[in-house]
């Protein structure tokens, strides 16, 4: 029987993550006291944002778990998905709890009550690249299936966060830095120091065909944001024109 903590690999389903010469795992999530948690979004403009201002807003029946996580662990680790994208599209470090974000301006438009993250990995990861990981905080179903505000067991959570380190240190290993815990909980991220990401390309307008990525990286001087948020750290995302998730997506629901 596997204990709360422990993950589940399905036989057979797909290929266990191969970590080149070279390849340093992130202490952060090897460490037994982080937590995982999936966040999914109906709409892939809400990704960008978040990663623009440094803030996210979940559903309220999400809250009291992420909040009670973030009291108890070591660090909560946020996995991204755009429903219907068939990817996940990075990971971001839970920063504050839920209400006590330092943005004062609310990108989301009031959905929900903001709270600070720290995006550490940029790079979209194909579901059938990790659906051989079976969660058994979910009735063993697999990672790809998960629903808004799912936990991961620990080391499902690991392994699918290793995935992208691996793929950012094969297409740059010279710049790749394993994910350390060297921040306070409650001190957000400089400006300068941008996730670590693919080159993300830019997206079509509205009913266009949607490639993967979730905007263009242009890099540019991180300038003061409105309303206390964030700035947008040199490198991050800067989307010039409208922009589109990755693939259709179901109307209504959360973000």
């Excluded at 892939?44 to 807003?57: D, F, L, P, R, T």
Aim: aromatic letters at 6%.
């Amino acid at each position: 029987a596997l204990g709360r903590r422990g993950g589940s690999v399905e036989q057979g389903a797909g290929p266990m993550p191969v970590e080149p010469k070279g390849f340093r795992r992130s202490p952060l999530l090897e460490d037994s006291k982080t937590r995982y948690f999936v966040i999914t979004s109906n709409v892939g403009e809400n990704v960008v944002k978040s990663v623009q201002h440094s803030v996210w807003a979940t559903q309220r029946k999400n809250e009291q778990k992420l909040n009670d996580a973030y009291r108890s662990s070591t660090a909560v680790i946020l996995v991204f998905s755009v429903n219907r994208s068939g990817a996940f599209q990075g990971y971001a470090r839970m920063r504050s709890m839920t209400g006590r974000a330092v943005c004062r301006s609310d990108p989301f438009s009031g959905f929900g009550r903001l709270f600070n993250v720290e995006w550490l990995r940029l790079h979209d990861i194909d579901v059938a690249e990790v659906n051989h990981l079976r969660n058994p905080l979910d009735d063993n179903r697999q990672v790809g299936f998960s629903r808004d505000g799912q936990e991961l067991a620990h080391d499902v959570g690991a392994e699918l966060c290793r995935h992208f380190d691996i793929q950012i240190f094969r297409e740059d290993p010279e710049s790749y830095e394993p994910v350390l815990d060297a921040q306070p909980r409650m001190e957000l991220p400089p400006a300068s120091a941008p996730p670590q990401q693919q080159p993300l390309l830019a997206l079509p307008a509205p009913g266009a065909a949607t490639p993967q990525g979730l905007a263009e990286a242009s890099p540019t001087a991180a300038v003061g944001a409105p309303g206390g948020c964030a700035a947008p750290p040199s490198g991050l995302l800067q989307p010039s024109g409208p922009l589109q998730p990755n693939g259709p997506l179901r109307p209504a629901g959360h973000m």
